[in-house]
């Protein structure tokens, strides 16, 4: 079921990211101008963080099942909209239609969560978020083979017919998931706001937007020295960077186990330290591709790894309602990959590729200092002497991990 539940995330989370390396083309084709490209990507963000807000709560709702496979339908016919597109217009409606219900990926993952064994809750997270990785990598290799051999539009007509299948795979193979005391609708949308005044989920959420800043700072501004002197590579080749952080990002798998043995604290911590430690070999390179590959090799491995313990976190911490909290927290994973994909390109134009290390490593120690400084306020509280009467004592929820409550005095 696990490996079902991955290639869900893969293609849904594929279908936004998947025009980037066809930007030109696609242009050409539907007569967009160079400086207006990046909205066929903007498009597809745009409505994710709109499904993020108002689709993802449902699964707090409805049986996720059922909810998978109607949003894994409905992106299968808005990447079909703009395979068929005749003008701009509807690519851009498709691309954002494709967007909105591709937070079917949130549901999946909140899904898998509810639905394991508490001891096996972060290994199958972590199985099932390796297909998000997947889908952000792999798509800018493979979109750039198949536009090659077939043009632009066949990308989207393959993620339209995998949706679909998937759809139909999902309603069939997944096991049901009714909940008689669900929430309702609007309780569920304000337990979502309500998540944004808890410690751990701030704490978890910062340090995903430092994360993912650091990663798009990488992604988003890496094509820009390599095609210039001294490497001189084209598209092709320089997609197949993404192979390496594949590699690096599916090592990291193995941190839902970790996370499973009560470690998703100290796992944070080592990887964001790694995340750090990679932009030193990015920097390198002007001079040596060995050095950026191991650099992206490393800080894939970190970023997944991070992500796949800050989600095992949260959904223990906030069982009741994983859907929300899984889709509140991707909220700041949306801004900060755009923050990080906006900034390296000002950074580039500025300081060359030097400005992009020193930002890049910059959201990465902001990240490490975020999760430093809670270990130092959940110890501090921990040190503080309890004046309250023993009858309104507060004990801790048996579903925060143990890796995120302060240590025993």
């Known amino acids: 079921m696990t490996p079902l539940l991955a290639a869900v995330c893969g293609v849904a989370v594929a279908s936004v990211y998947a025009g980037q390396p066809v930007l030109g083309p696609m242009g050409r084709d539907l007569g967009v101008p160079v400086d207006a490209l990046g909205w066929f990507v903007a498009a597809g963000q745009l409505g994710y963080l709109a499904g993020l807000v108002l689709l993802v709560p449902l699964g707090d709702v409805l049986d996720r099942r059922r ?4 949003h894994l339908a409905l992106v299968a016919a808005g990447t079909a909209v703009t395979a068929a597109a005749p003008v ?5 409606a498709g691309l954002a239609a494709a967007g909105v219900f591709a937070v079917v990926v949130q549901t999946t993952v909140a899904y ?16 099932v978020t390796s297909g998000v990785v997947i889908g952000i990598l792999g798509a800018r290799v493979v979109a750039g083979l198949l536009a090659g051999l077939w043009g632009w539009r066949s990308v989207y007509l393959a993620l339209a017919v995998l949706a679909a299948l998937l759809a139909l795979l999902a309603l069939t193979l997944l096991p049901a998931d009714a909940r008689p005391d669900a929430s309702r609708y609007g309780q569920a949308l304000r337990s979502f706001g309500r998540l944004f005044a808890q410690p751990v989920f701030l704490t978890r959420g910062l340090i995903a937007f430092f994360l993912f800043a650091s990663f798009g700072t990488l992604w988003s501004g890496m094509a820009l020295p390599l095609a210039g002197a001294p490497w001189h590579l084209g598209e092709a080749r320089i997609g197949l960077f993404g192979v390496a952080g594949l590699a690096g990002a599916l090592g990291a798998a193995r941190s839902g186990r970790w996370g499973d043995a009560g470690h998703a604290r100290r796992v944070t911590g080592v990887a964001l330290a ?8 990015i920097g ?11 650099g992206v090799v490393l800080l894939d491995f970190a970023v997944q790894a991070v992500h796949v ?12 309602r994983t859907s929300a909290t899984i889709g509140a927290y991707m909220l700041f994973y949306s801004l900060g990959s755009a923050l990080g994909a906006a900034a390296t390109t000002a950074a580039f134009d500025a300081a060359g590729w030097t400005g992009s290390t020193v930002l890049g490593a910059t959201f990465a120690l902001c990240a490490l200092a975020t999760w430093a400084l809670s270990g130092r306020a959940t110890a501090g509280a921990a040190r503080r002497p309890d004046t309250r009467s023993p009858s309104r ?11 995120d409550r302060p240590p025993a005095r």
């Open 67 to 70: 909810l998978i496979a109607a």
């Open 88 to 92: 701009a217009w509807a690519a851009f």
């Open 112 to 127: 898998a969560a509810s639905i394991s064994p508490p001891a096996e809750r972060g290994r199958n997270i972590g199985i």
């Open 274 to 281: 790694l995340l750090l430690v990679s932009w030193a070999a």
């Open 284 to 294: 390198q390179l002007p001079w040596s591709l060995p050095l950026l590959i191991a």
């Open 309 to 320: 313990s800050n989600q095992h976190t949260l959904t223990a911490a906030y069982p009741g």
């Open 393 to 403: 004592e507060r004990r801790p929820s048996a579903a925060v991990p143990d890796a």
